[in-house]
């Protein structure tokens, strides 16, 4: 009998033994994924041209942010529990660094949200938890606008699904660094947009490689896209008169200089009478290239100063015709459209007060300029997922921006 309560202990002994290693794993794991919420936390407070750490946390909250409150949450949650079972210091530790996850977590996601509210749009963080791809269904129709030395350029169509042949037109310029890029690459976005009623064009223009710089091509490559949009739109079911250009980084200075250009009567295309769009959207635009050359943080591949000088064409201190055909800030004038900016205040590779500087000269020039400035937000800080908290944010505001100016359905 004795020997059978012995083997009765062994055996409880063994099974607490293994409850208690498994709480402690529990614990560990709670621990490190906390620290590695707070570790982006505190790298989203500090300068994204400072760090890589810097740089990697601010490009996370606008996509994953909600993700990463619910990480914090379940590892207070396990971290709790661990101390209930006493794991002693090890759990106590896993809930104040947990806790601090939480809280940190918590305050950005919803000062993201709160940003977007205020700007007229919304960002649902729940809905946010369930990311998409930025590929949806593809184009409803490619065609060639022009063929430039053997090189067909196309633009991809994307039709409302009902329209009396009158609908709102968008013009959309991808961006890339200039170097690479697809007019299909916010594929989700650009049929977001079509879904809601307007008639989408999203454009090529020639990329730049180490043989041929496109400073001067890129510019007369989205003109003539722009004059045959103008020719062909009511084909198929646009308004021209209701035209907006979109664009982003690389094609967001595309898109400024265009507009602006042909507004003061700079632009001229072989394929036809440029437009001038009756408003401008651009998120994070390469405004200045000056200070993107010497303040982008660099990235392995896609360094700010080999973006620049392979766009120009070489080291832009020595070409200052060039740099000044590609500033946005040679076509600003009081003649030029209404703009919306959409601005990252973490933007480590266009710096975000280059582009607040640029939209306070646009203004004191008379330009109507509307900057929106997205907190713990970094360059294509919407592109990255579908229905991310920053993709609903910069589809709702533009949306709301272009009704109001009676440019949307």
């Known amino acids: 009998m004795a020997t059978s309560q012995v083997g009765i202990h062994s055996t409880d002994d063994a099974k607490a033994t293994r409850h208690d290693w498994l709480w402690c794993a529990m614990v560990v794991v709670a621990l490190f994924l ?37 990480l914090s949450l379940v590892a ?15 759990a106590a530790l896993a809930v104040a660094v947990a ?26 963080p729940v809905y946010g938890l369930w990311l998409g791809s930025m590929h949806a269904t593809g184009p409803d129709e490619t065609v060639t606008f022009t063929t430039v030395n053997g090189q067909a350029l196309h633009a991809a169509v994307y039709r409302p699904p009902q329209s009396d042949g009158q609908a709102p037109v968008l013009i959309y310029i991808h961006g890339g660094g200039y170097m690479i890029g697809s007019m299909v690459e916010t594929d989700a976005d650009l049929r977001w947009f079509a ?35 103008r020719s062909n739109a009511a084909a198929h079911g646009g308004d021209a008169q209701r ?37 401008v959207v651009v998120q994070y635009p390469a405004v200045d290239p000056l200070s993107i050359y010497e303040h982008g ?20 201190y020595a070409l200052p015709d060039r740099v000044r055909a590609v500033s946005s800030y040679s076509y600003i004038s009081d003649k030029a459209p209404p703009t919306l900016i959409l601005a990252p205040e973490k933007d480590g590779l266009v710096p975000s ?9 646009a203004r004191f020039a008379g330009v109507d300029v509307e900057l929106v400035r997205i907190p713990f937000a970094s360059h294509v800080y919407n592109q990255v997922a579908s229905h991310s908290i920053g993709n609903q ?12 100016r009676g440019l949307g359905p």
């Open 353 to 361: 007060w280059s582009v607040y500087r640029f939209a306070d000269q």
């Open 34 to 70: 906390a620290s590695a919420a707070l570790l982006l936390v505190v790298g989203a407070l500090r300068e994204p041209t400072r760090s890589v750490h810097a740089v990697v946390s601010s490009a996370v909250w606008t996509t994953v942010g909600p993700h990463l409150v619910v």
């Open 76 to 90: 207070l949650m396990l971290g709790v529990a661990g101390h209930r079972r006493r794991q002693g210091r090890l």
């Open 393 to 404: 944010l910069r589809l709702s505001i533009t949306r709301r921006y272009l009704r109001e």
């Open 243 to 279: 035209l907006s250009l979109l664009g982003d980084s690389a094609g967001g200075s595309l898109a400024i200089n265009l507009a602006y250009a042909a507004a003061l009567g700079q632009v001229q295309s072989d394929c036809g009478l440029v437009p001038v769009p009756s408003a």
């Open 297 to 316: 943080y660099p990235v392995s591949g896609f360094e700010p100063r080999m973006l620049m000088s392979g766009y120009i064409g070489g080291d832009p």
């Open 99 to 124: 806790s601090a996850a939480v809280l940190g977590s918590t305050a950005i996601t919803t000062r993201i949200v709160q940003a977007a509210s205020a700007a007229g749009g919304s960002a649902n």
């Open 195 to 229: 879904d809601q009623g307007w008639l989408v064009i999203s454009v090529e223009y020639r990329l730049w490689t180490k043989e041929t710089p496109t400073w001067d091509k890129a510019p007369t490559d989205v003109a003539c896209a722009a004059a045959w949009v």
